[in-house]
Protein backbone atom coordinates (compact mmCIF):
# COMPACT_ATOMS: atom_id res chain seq x y z
CA UNK A 1 0.00 0.00 0.00
CA UNK A 2 1.06 3.51 -0.87
CA UNK A 3 2.17 5.72 2.43
CA UNK A 4 1.46 9.00 2.05
CA UNK A 5 3.39 11.66 4.34
CA UNK A 6 1.91 15.02 5.44
CA UNK A 7 4.07 17.81 6.64
CA UNK A 8 4.11 19.81 8.91
CA UNK A 9 1.60 18.44 10.85
CA UNK A 10 0.25 21.39 12.32
CA UNK A 11 1.40 24.68 11.80
CA UNK A 12 0.51 28.40 13.12
CA UNK A 13 0.11 31.10 10.61
CA UNK A 14 -1.61 34.48 10.26
CA UNK A 15 -3.99 36.03 7.85
CA UNK A 16 -1.90 37.46 4.65
CA UNK A 17 0.69 34.61 5.24
CA UNK A 18 1.94 32.60 2.42
CA UNK A 19 2.17 28.85 3.36
CA UNK A 20 2.94 25.73 1.74
CA UNK A 21 1.93 22.06 2.91
CA UNK A 22 4.08 19.54 1.76
CA UNK A 23 3.00 15.85 0.78
CA UNK A 24 5.07 13.03 0.23
CA UNK A 25 4.23 9.20 -1.53
CA UNK A 26 5.84 6.52 -0.54
CA UNK A 27 6.44 5.51 -4.23
CA UNK A 28 5.78 7.42 -7.25
CA UNK A 29 2.10 8.28 -7.94
CA UNK A 30 2.44 10.21 -10.93
CA UNK A 31 0.29 13.27 -10.99
CA UNK A 32 -2.88 11.27 -9.39
CA UNK A 33 -3.36 13.42 -5.92
CA UNK A 34 -5.81 15.34 -4.54
CA UNK A 35 -6.17 17.86 -1.65
CA UNK A 36 -8.95 18.19 0.62
CA UNK A 37 -10.16 21.23 3.43
CA UNK A 38 -11.81 19.99 6.32
CA UNK A 39 -13.16 21.91 9.47
CA UNK A 40 -14.21 20.65 12.26
CA UNK A 41 -17.65 18.72 12.28
CA UNK A 42 -18.12 18.91 8.69
CA UNK A 43 -17.35 16.92 5.76
CA UNK A 44 -13.99 17.52 3.70
CA UNK A 45 -14.27 19.70 0.58
CA UNK A 46 -11.93 19.18 -2.51
CA UNK A 47 -9.14 22.01 -3.26
CA UNK A 48 -7.47 20.74 -5.79
CA UNK A 49 -6.91 17.24 -8.06
CA UNK A 50 -4.61 15.51 -10.69
CA UNK A 51 -1.71 17.75 -8.24
CA UNK A 52 -2.40 20.53 -9.64
CA UNK A 53 -5.88 21.40 -11.02
CA UNK A 54 -8.51 23.61 -9.21
CA UNK A 55 -11.68 22.15 -8.41
CA UNK A 56 -14.47 24.70 -9.69
CA UNK A 57 -15.41 27.52 -7.01
CA UNK A 58 -11.93 27.20 -5.32
CA UNK A 59 -10.71 30.25 -4.62
CA UNK A 60 -7.33 31.29 -6.58
CA UNK A 61 -5.33 31.60 -3.64
CA UNK A 62 -5.34 27.80 -3.42
CA UNK A 63 -2.57 26.06 -5.57
CA UNK A 64 -1.06 22.66 -5.91
CA UNK A 65 1.85 21.23 -7.42
CA UNK A 66 4.49 18.08 -7.89
CA UNK A 67 4.60 14.78 -9.46
CA UNK A 68 6.18 11.71 -8.75
CA UNK A 69 6.56 11.25 -4.53
CA UNK A 70 6.60 15.34 -3.58
CA UNK A 71 3.65 17.04 -4.10
CA UNK A 72 2.51 20.95 -2.37
CA UNK A 73 -0.09 23.06 -1.50
CA UNK A 74 -0.14 26.68 -1.19
CA UNK A 75 -2.37 29.26 -0.09
CA UNK A 76 -0.66 32.45 -1.13
CA UNK A 77 -2.39 34.61 1.39
CA UNK A 78 -4.16 33.07 4.12
CA UNK A 79 -7.78 34.23 5.04
CA UNK A 80 -9.24 33.93 8.08
CA UNK A 81 -11.40 31.09 6.46
CA UNK A 82 -8.60 28.94 5.57
CA UNK A 83 -7.84 27.61 9.07
CA UNK A 84 -8.63 24.28 9.16
CA UNK A 85 -7.32 20.87 8.39
CA UNK A 86 -6.28 19.70 5.12
CA UNK A 87 -5.18 16.37 3.52
CA UNK A 88 -3.78 14.81 0.95
CA UNK A 89 -5.21 11.59 -0.98
CA UNK A 90 -3.10 9.32 -3.62
CA UNK A 91 -5.76 7.73 -6.56
CA UNK A 92 -3.22 6.60 -8.20
CA UNK A 93 -4.09 2.58 -6.79
CA UNK A 94 -6.03 0.51 -4.54
CA UNK A 95 -6.42 0.87 -1.68
CA UNK A 96 -6.79 5.12 -1.72
CA UNK A 97 -4.57 6.96 0.74
CA UNK A 98 -4.85 9.77 2.87
CA UNK A 99 -2.27 11.59 4.82
CA UNK A 100 -2.61 12.23 8.46
CA UNK A 101 -3.17 15.88 7.84
CA UNK A 102 -1.84 19.05 8.53
CA UNK A 103 -3.60 21.56 11.04
CA UNK A 104 -3.02 24.90 10.36
CA UNK A 105 -4.38 27.58 13.01
CA UNK A 106 -4.14 30.77 14.09
CA UNK A 107 -0.91 32.44 15.54
CA UNK B 1 -26.92 21.21 -7.20
CA UNK B 2 -25.19 17.87 -6.07
CA UNK B 3 -26.54 16.30 -2.83
CA UNK B 4 -25.22 13.31 -0.72
CA UNK B 5 -27.64 12.28 2.52
CA UNK B 6 -26.28 9.64 4.74
CA UNK B 7 -28.50 7.96 6.93
CA UNK B 8 -28.35 4.42 8.55
CA UNK B 9 -25.72 5.27 11.68
CA UNK B 10 -26.37 4.60 15.22
CA UNK B 11 -24.75 3.03 18.19
CA UNK B 12 -24.18 -1.27 17.76
CA UNK B 13 -22.52 -4.23 20.28
CA UNK B 14 -19.68 -5.40 18.51
CA UNK B 15 -20.62 -8.62 16.56
CA UNK B 16 -23.90 -6.48 14.88
CA UNK B 17 -24.66 -5.55 11.48
CA UNK B 18 -25.76 -2.25 10.04
CA UNK B 19 -26.55 -0.96 7.13
CA UNK B 20 -25.65 2.15 5.65
CA UNK B 21 -27.44 4.25 2.65
CA UNK B 22 -26.64 7.64 0.88
CA UNK B 23 -29.45 8.91 -1.28
CA UNK B 24 -27.88 10.83 -4.09
CA UNK B 25 -29.50 13.52 -6.23
CA UNK B 26 -28.72 16.79 -8.26
CA UNK B 27 -26.29 14.47 -10.62
CA UNK B 28 -26.76 11.56 -12.98
CA UNK B 29 -26.17 9.05 -10.32
CA UNK B 30 -25.77 5.46 -13.22
CA UNK B 31 -22.56 7.95 -14.58
CA UNK B 32 -20.24 8.15 -11.52
CA UNK B 33 -18.17 5.42 -9.37
CA UNK B 34 -19.33 6.30 -5.63
CA UNK B 35 -17.16 5.30 -2.32
CA UNK B 36 -17.41 5.10 1.37
CA UNK B 37 -14.87 7.12 3.24
CA UNK B 38 -14.54 6.82 7.23
CA UNK B 39 -12.98 9.31 10.10
CA UNK B 40 -12.82 7.92 13.62
CA UNK B 41 -12.86 10.71 16.20
CA UNK B 42 -10.35 12.68 16.43
CA UNK B 43 -8.65 10.72 13.48
CA UNK B 44 -7.43 11.35 9.97
CA UNK B 45 -9.81 10.11 6.86
CA UNK B 46 -9.67 6.70 6.21
CA UNK B 47 -11.10 5.19 2.21
CA UNK B 48 -13.24 1.90 2.70
CA UNK B 49 -14.85 1.14 -0.47
CA UNK B 50 -15.48 2.04 -3.75
CA UNK B 51 -18.28 0.55 -6.36
CA UNK B 52 -18.12 1.14 -10.62
CA UNK B 53 -20.50 3.52 -12.10
CA UNK B 54 -22.57 0.56 -12.80
CA UNK B 55 -22.00 -1.79 -10.17
CA UNK B 56 -20.20 -4.12 -11.75
CA UNK B 57 -16.81 -3.93 -10.14
CA UNK B 58 -16.40 -3.03 -6.20
CA UNK B 59 -13.02 -2.95 -4.23
CA UNK B 60 -12.18 -2.74 -0.56
CA UNK B 61 -9.77 -1.43 2.42
CA UNK B 62 -7.89 -4.38 3.64
CA UNK B 63 -9.34 -3.59 7.36
CA UNK B 64 -13.14 -4.10 6.07
CA UNK B 65 -12.54 -6.62 3.31
CA UNK B 66 -15.00 -9.77 3.73
CA UNK B 67 -17.31 -7.70 6.43
CA UNK B 68 -18.67 -5.05 4.43
CA UNK B 69 -20.19 -4.85 1.19
CA UNK B 70 -20.92 -1.77 -0.94
CA UNK B 71 -23.67 -1.64 -3.57
CA UNK B 72 -25.69 0.55 -5.80
CA UNK B 73 -29.21 0.94 -6.76
CA UNK B 74 -29.78 2.91 -9.54
CA UNK B 75 -33.09 2.61 -9.60
CA UNK B 76 -33.62 4.44 -6.50
CA UNK B 77 -30.29 6.80 -6.39
CA UNK B 78 -29.09 5.18 -3.00
CA UNK B 79 -25.55 4.04 -2.61
CA UNK B 80 -25.70 1.15 0.50
CA UNK B 81 -22.57 0.02 2.74
CA UNK B 82 -23.53 -3.05 4.73
CA UNK B 83 -21.27 -3.86 7.39
CA UNK B 84 -21.49 -7.26 9.06
CA UNK B 85 -18.99 -8.56 12.18
CA UNK B 86 -18.46 -4.77 13.45
CA UNK B 87 -15.78 -3.92 15.61
CA UNK B 88 -15.28 -1.29 18.01
CA UNK B 89 -12.16 -0.50 15.54
CA UNK B 90 -15.41 1.07 12.85
CA UNK B 91 -16.29 3.52 15.23
CA UNK B 92 -16.17 6.25 13.08
CA UNK B 93 -18.41 9.00 10.88
CA UNK B 94 -18.97 7.04 7.83
CA UNK B 95 -19.02 9.30 3.96
CA UNK B 96 -20.37 8.64 1.13
CA UNK B 97 -18.80 10.68 -1.79
CA UNK B 98 -18.93 10.90 -5.62
CA UNK B 99 -15.88 9.98 -7.61
CA UNK B 100 -14.02 12.39 -10.13
CA UNK B 101 -13.06 12.63 -13.64
CA UNK B 102 -9.98 12.86 -15.10
CA UNK B 103 -8.93 15.69 -18.19
CA UNK B 104 -9.47 12.86 -20.40
CA UNK B 105 -13.36 12.03 -19.09
CA UNK B 106 -11.72 8.46 -17.64
CA UNK B 107 -12.80 7.72 -13.69
CA UNK B 108 -10.31 9.50 -11.48
CA UNK B 109 -11.09 8.00 -7.78
CA UNK B 110 -10.50 11.21 -5.99
CA UNK B 111 -14.04 12.72 -4.07
CA UNK B 112 -15.56 15.75 -5.72
CA UNK B 113 -18.75 15.61 -3.18
CA UNK B 114 -19.31 14.77 -0.17
CA UNK B 115 -22.41 13.54 2.36
CA UNK B 116 -22.22 15.61 5.77
CA UNK B 117 -21.46 12.00 7.24
CA UNK B 118 -23.38 9.34 9.60
CA UNK B 119 -21.74 8.19 12.91
CA UNK B 120 -21.55 4.54 13.65
CA UNK B 121 -20.54 3.72 17.27
CA UNK B 122 -19.68 0.07 17.66
CA UNK B 123 -19.78 -0.29 21.97
CA UNK B 124 -20.96 -3.07 24.46
Known amino acids: AIRMTQSPSSFSASTGDRVTLTCRAS??????LAWYQQKPGKAPKLLIY???TLQSGVPSRFSGSGSGTDFTLTISCLQSEDFATYYC?????????FGQGTKLESK | QVQLVESGGGVVQPGWSLRLSCAAS????????MHWVRQAPGKGLEWVAV????????NYADSVRGRFTISRDTSKNTLYLQMNSLRAEDTAVYFC?????????????????WGQGTLVTVSS
Open chain 1, 89 to 97: QQYYTYPYS
Open chain 1, 50 to 52: SAS
Open chain 1, 27 to 32: QGISSS
Open chain 2, 26 to 33: GFTFSNYA
Open chain 2, 97 to 113: ARSGYDSNDYPAYYFDY
Open chain 2, 51 to 58: ISYDGSNK
